[in-house]
């Protein structure tokens, strides 16, 4: 198990360039991975890289 630094959730909102309510919305609703410690919610920074890797849509060529 890689013990790598949680991001807090201001600071995981900050990476994705999201608002800290967006962030609590989408940690909600299931969609981005979160550990929770008691009621305290910390974010894998490699997990929220494969959020995002996961939304990337491609260039339609034109």
């Given amino acids: 198990m890689d013990l790598q630094r949680l991001l807090r ?14 962030l609590y919305n989408l940690s909600y ?3 981005v991975p979160v550990v929770k410690i008691g009621r305290r919610l910390r974010f894998h920074p490699e997990a929220l890289a ?8 491609k260039a339609i060529p034109r």
């Fill in 29 to 31: 609703r299931r969609e």
């Fill in 9 to 22: 959730p201001q600071e995981a909102a900050d990476a994705l360039g999201i608002t800290l309510g967006s």
């Fill in 50 to 57: 494969r959020f995002v890797a996961q939304r990337e849509r």
